[in-house]
């Protein structure tokens, strides 16, 4: 892994690239695309991750696993601050939601 530095903002990130394993499923039990990086490496609110190569497509009913690079970039506090805060609003929004039956007063 070799890491680097991203300029060009006013916090600066930490960026490195890693193997990763992509494995898809188009079926009629399952739709899903997971990217499992090697290594164990841990991802931190605001961290960014970009897989490199080609474009997906597998027919309907199929599974396929995909070797692939990925590139990690880091958030610097203030990114990952910035993040946390706005997760607490986007979770707030599920608190306004009420299943209770009748009229709410």
Known sequence: MANTIAKGSAVEARRFETPCTISV???SD???AHVELAGNVELNPGDKVRVHGDAITIPFGHSAT????ATVTRAGPLARTATRIAAYFDMRELYEVSFNPGRIK
């Open 30 to 32: 399952h739709f899903h």
């Open 66 to 69: 995909f070797d692939r690079t």
């Open 25 to 27: 499923e188009q079926s």
